[in-house]
T-cell receptor, first 113, second 114 residues
């Protein structure tokens, strides 16, 4: 099946700094990618839809100025957590779809100290 | 707003026993997905159900979809310890393909005891 690669797998950063997470579709083109956040023992919550060549669409309650999304090519979407705080610590997962199938990245464990 | 609920949220079962996880959703959708998540890991696709009445089986797991009742079930037969994980159902929100959003259920933590 198709492969979605996410990098880094884990990152620790200091409060107030920014962190960039990359999501790549390795063997197919994805005009749309999705970013999810998962807190411990909870479900995946959709944060935003990343659209190639245009602005991302954010779900209600997600701060677009804090979670910057760039989808500059058909195989790469990036999520930048700006001015990170401890409450942003979470597991972030990207996804891309090919027809009916959905493929997920390995996830990024972000810890803000 | 599409809501997806699973029950139970937590399931402790003995090896060799059978059980069913239920997934209910609030608005019309013809496509439902089941995933497995191990601790600290991303999602592993189990089943893709694309129409009413769809039934798929893989090993000790069987999934079915009733779009009229807005209900999917994941049946576990003769559980083994290796099945211990969190199971999520997810429903398509939209009418397209690659641009559809997946909305996830609350998850069911399955613990299979020896």
């Amino acid at each position: 099946g198709a492969v979605v690669s996410q990098h880094p797998s884990w990152v620790i950063c200091k409060s107030g700094t920014s962190v960039k997470i990359e999501c790549r579709s390795l063997d197919f083109q994805a005009t749309t990618m999705f970013w999810y956040r998962q807190f411990p023992k909870q479900s995946l919550m959709l944060m935003a839809t990343s659209n190639e060549g245009s602005k991302a669409t954010y779900e209600q309650g997600v701060e677009k100025d804090k979670f910057l999304i760039n989808h500059a090519s058909l195989t790469l979407s990036t999520l930048t957590v700006t001015s990170a705080h401890p409450e942003d610590s979470s597991f972030y997962i990207c996804s891309a779809r090919a027809e009916y199938e959905a493929f997920f990245g390995q996830g990024t464990r972000l810890t803000v100290v | 707003e599409l809501k997806v609920e699973q029950n139970p949220l937590f399931l402790s079962m003995q090896e060799g026993k059978n059980y069913t996880i239920y997934c209910n959703y609030s608005t019309t959708s013809d496509r439902l997905y089941w995933y497995r998540q191990d601790p600290g890991k991303s999602l592993e696709s189990l089943f893709v159900l694309l129409s009413n009445g769809a039934v798929k089986q893989e090993g000790r797991l069987m999934a079915s979809l009733d779009t009229k009742a807005r209900l999917s079930t994941l049946h576990i037969t003769a559980a083994v310890h290796d099945l211990s994980a969190t199971y999520f159902c997810a429903v398509d929100r939209g009418y397209g393909g690659a641009t559809n959003k997946l909305i996830f259920g609350t998850g069911t933590l399955l613990a299979v005891q020896p």
